[in-house]
Structure formats: C-alpha cells, structure tokens
C-alpha cells in the first residue's frame, strides 16, 4: 500500500492565509519571472477585483453575471422548503 501526499504550494493559497513571503518563494521556485513581488502584487490585485461586493438589485435584475444563478437559488430554497413542508402535513397527521 502507498501514500500519496499533495502539497498545495500555490502564491494564491499563501496570499489567502497572509503569508506574503511564503507565495514570493513560491513564484520564484516554479515560475520564470523577473520580479516575483510584482507577480504577488498582481495576483492580490485580481483577487480583490474579483471579490467585490454587489447589492441585491444587482444580483436580480441588473448585472447578467449574477441574474440567473440567483433566481434558481431563490427557486432552489423555495422549491426545498415547500418539499419539506409538504412532507410535514402528509405524514405529520
């Protein structure tokens, strides 16, 4: 029997957890580039894009990227709690 073990060395990991340093040696050790802090600088800078906050008239009704998978989540839980209440009225009698 073998064990394989997976070390998840990625600069995107490191910079989740605040260790800067750790991901800068990570860019250097597998990555050719020229200036790795650059590299760290750039992938914070995705990373805060990507994590903006929108309201919920963007999530409904005006940003296309959102619309659709909120409204099937709304008919996801709708669709779930009427399931469980249903269950409830037939077999709580």
Request: with cysteine; hydrophobic share 40%; net charge neutral.
């Amino acid at each position: 029997m073998s064990f394989t073990v997976i070390k998840h060395e990625t600069p995107k990991f490191y910079l989740s957890v605040g260790d800067r340093e750790s991901a800068v040696k990570v860019i250097e050790r597998y990555y050719i580039t020229s200036n790795a802090e650059a590299e760290v600088d750039q992938i914070l800078m995705e990373s805060s894009l990507k994590s903006a906050k929108i309201g919920l008239k963007q999530a409904f009704c005006t940003d296309r990227r959102f619309t659709q998978g909120s409204w099937i989540a709304v008919a996801l839980a709708f669709l779930t709690y009427a399931q469980g209440y249903f269950a409830l009225n037939e077999y709580g009698n």
